[in-house]
């Protein structure tokens, strides 16, 4: 990789260059594994010392791990899926040391009418931009999300590279930045502010940024409401599988459609490629692995891919046990569809914890 290539951030700092350098040059030895929330819990468990959801099937961690700020922004202990904010930055943190890729969502609430993400009300994003009557409190959120950032400190000195993912999943029509709740140039300054917010006011110099869709089908379409070349890092989008994929196969034939566009679009515009949340729930066809996921992503060179989590607390309360009808997108250990997973693992295609660390992405 060029040494004059730079992320977005012209003052990023030293080990998040390299991570972005070090991306973009591994891309041709493996897409690096990742999960949501794995050190946090998992089916039957949560909060155990050390323990996490890959490890107990394949005997080691993620290359890449996926955490969630929803409710930060409200001044709570727990996020919305009941991750303790004081816990997920010392995972954070021991994901880094481990050689792994960190990476972060935002689901915040609707800062108008205090209802969740999901909310359906449309307008919002043009009252949290500037001269909007919610914009002093929107800005208010993203120092708190600032804090916590400014937290994420390794022992040896340095801030932890994170991919942020801010307003995900943006072309989809179920969250209040969606886009039927929108338009197009409203969104652009939406990102716009928020990352120049944290770039240039707050001085934060470790993060990388990631421009999320969901499902598309032209290169036009995933590029509708992007905010400029100044502000992203990395291309990616959020696709998961719905239907019985044992008799359909038609996820297999979207994503390599999709990951051939994404690829295309990534080389074009000199940016990061990556699958930045999927998976089937509950996995209910036991060879999606190989036959789904794993031929889905064929030759496509992409950086990452992201497992969404297992469990299904939406509490934002502390832990409760969990129950056997909780959701979860990993196999557990005697899950019908592990023995297909340690196939998908032995194939090759993916590096995990091992894989990423012996890639060193944080060092020049
Ligand atoms: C969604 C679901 C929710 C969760 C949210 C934020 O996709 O998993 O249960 O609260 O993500 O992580």
Redesign the pocket.
């Known amino acids: 990789m060029a040494q004059n290539d730079f992320p977005s951030d012209k003052k990023a700092s030293p080990a998040t260059v390299n991570l972005y350098r070090n991306l973009k040059k591994h891309l041709d030895n493996g897409v690096l594994f990742g999960h949501?929330d794995d050190l946090a819990y998992g089916i039957h468990w949560f909060g155990d010392k050390d323990r996490s959801n890959l490890n107990d099937l394949v005997g080691e961690y993620p290359a890449v791990y996926g955490w969630?700020l929803?409710r930060l922004e409200l001044d709570a202990s727990y996020n919305?899926?009941s991750v303790a904010f004081d816990r997920m930055r010392e995972y954070i943190i021991e994901g880094y040391k481990k050689g792994g890729v960190i990476t972060i969502?935002w689901?915040l609430n609707n800062p108008v009418n205090g209802k969740s993400a999901w909310d359906d009300a449309k307008g919002v994003v043009k009252e949290i931009l500037p001269g909007g009557t919610k914009h002093q409190l929107y800005l208010s959120w993203v120092d708190k999300v600032a804090v916590f950032l400014n937290g994420l400190k390794a022992p040896t000195g340095e801030m932890v590279p994170v991919i942020f993912r801010p307003f995900h999943e943006l072309t989809g029509n179920w969250f209040w930045w969606g886009q039927d709740r929108c338009t197009a140039e409203e969104y652009k300054q939406l990102m716009r502010m928020t990352i120049t917010y944290l770039r240039d006011t707050k001085q934060l110099h470790h993060l990388l940024y990631a421009y999320n869709t969901s499902g598309f089908k032209t290169k036009e379409e995933f590029m509708l409401r992007y905010p400029g070349h100044d502000l992203i890092d990395i291309l990616s989008f959020d696709d998961y599988q719905y239907g019985d994929a044992s008799k359909d196969s038609s996820f297999v034939k979207n994503i390599d459609h999709q990951l051939g566009l994404l690829e295309s679009l990534a080389t074009e515009h000199n940016k990061i490629p990556a699958w930045a949340e999927t998976g089937y729930e509950k996995i209910p066809y036991p060879k999606w692995w190989t036959e789904s996921m794993l031929k889905a992503i064929g030759q496509h060179r992409i950086s990452y891919v992201l497992i969404?989590?297992d469990g299904?607390l939406?509490t934002g309360k502390p832990p409760r046990e969990f129950a056997p009808s909780d959701t979860h997108f990993l196999p557990f250990p005697t899950h019908t569809s592990e023995s297909d997973f340690l196939k998908m693992y032995f194939s090759g295609k993916f590096l995990f914890q091992k894989g990423a660390a012996a890639l060193k992405l944080y060092d020049k």
Do not use: T
């Open positions: 949501q969630e929803g919305l899926d969502s689901h969404w989590r299904g939406v």
